[in-house]
């Protein structure tokens, strides 16, 4: 099971120029970013991930007293139940081999591990 994750999310933004500009204004208030994880959020900027939408709002208002204004808090994904199969040891040479697994895991997708 994954849990929910909720982030504190700048954007959507028309394109990639403007996500530039919006980084650049990040870096000069010394607020780091990180990628997104859903593919829908983008373009946009991520400014941290929480396990819950209170946590989020209480670093929103830390955020706002270094000059953040136009994020907001939302929900990235909702809590994910199943399982996760993690193969730490695929290389190149195994790489192709794991079409092999894709029918067995009938929709479920194949993504690499952060």
């Known amino acids: 099971m994954e849990p929910p994750r909720w982030i504190i999310y ?8 403007q996500v530039a500009r919006k980084r650049a204004e990040l870096r000069q208030l010394g607020v780091s970013f990180e990628p997104l994880s859903n593919p829908e959020l983008e373009p946009g900027l991520s ?9 989020a709002q209480r670093q929103m208002e830390l955020l ?8 907001r808090v939302l929900q990235e994904r909702p809590e994910q139940r199943g399982q ?5 040891a695929v290389d ?4 192709p081999r794991l079409d ?8 479920r997708p194949l993504r690499p591990c952060r």
């Open 10 to 17: 700048m954007g959507k933004y028309a394109g990639v120029e």
């Open 92 to 95: 190149d040479n195994l790489r």
């Open 100 to 107: 092999d697994l894709r029918t067995a895991l009938a929709t």
């Open 64 to 71: 706002a007293e270094r000059g953040v204004r136009t994020a």
């Open 84 to 88: 996760r199969l993690l193969l730490p």
């Open 47 to 55: 400014l941290g991930g929480h396990p819950s939408e209170a946590a």
